[in-house]
């Protein structure tokens, strides 16, 4: 999640939709998204490709499974993050907030936003409610209804790296 925050490259990737693509297609994607065909375009389709399929974003977060044939890339599916856990969802919306300085956050407005856990997860709306409502972390955050439309009230006192230190036990 955090090369989403910090990387382009991943926060492109992050806002792909949900699919089987080849090698061509991706390469054809960040060449239509940057403008043009060269080798940083190349470089970045190996970037993504080897991050995938070396990390456990690819495969645990299901942001691409990399199928290869020997050594080939035959193609990245990208299907969605399966079980993510509330603290992971927690500590993206934590760096959205910060990164956005909001600290009420209507899920249904970031849906489209390229840093709500619904882009980097590949998740829904509804998903991100139900892994909240059933989070353990609870004294992070507090879910409240305005106008038939879910909110999630942050902490303002708390940051992500607060967060993070309160969930490895004050590392």
Not at 63 to 86: A, F, P, T, W, Y
Not at 145 to 169: A, H, M, P, Q
């Amino acid at each position: 999640m955090n090369l989403c925050f910090n990387a382009p490259l991943f926060n492109w990737w992050a806002n792909v939709p949900v699919g089987k693509y080849s090698r061509e297609n991706i390469i054809n994607l960040l060449a239509n998204s940057y403008g043009k065909m060269n080798k940083t375009i190349l470089n970045g389709y190996s970037s993504i490709v080897e991050t995938l399929g070396k990390s456990p974003i690819g495969e645990l977060l299901g942001q691409g499974l990399v199928e290869r044939k020997g050594k080939r890339v035959i193609s990245v599916v990208k299907n969605g993050g399966k079980d993510i856990s509330s603290i992971v969802v927690l500590y993206n919306l934590y760096r959205f907030s910060e990164k956005r300085g909001v600290y009420k956050i209507n899920l249904e407005e970031i849906e489209n936003d390229e840093l709500s856990p619904q882009k980097i997860f590949t998740i829904s709306s509804f998903e991100v409610e139900d892994i909240l409502k059933n989070s353990i972390y609870d004294s992070f955050f507090r879910v409240g209804f305005e106008e038939r439309k879910v909110s999630i009230f942050l902490d303002k006192g708390i940051n992500s790296i607060s967060l993070l230190k309160t969930y490895v036990g004050g590392l």
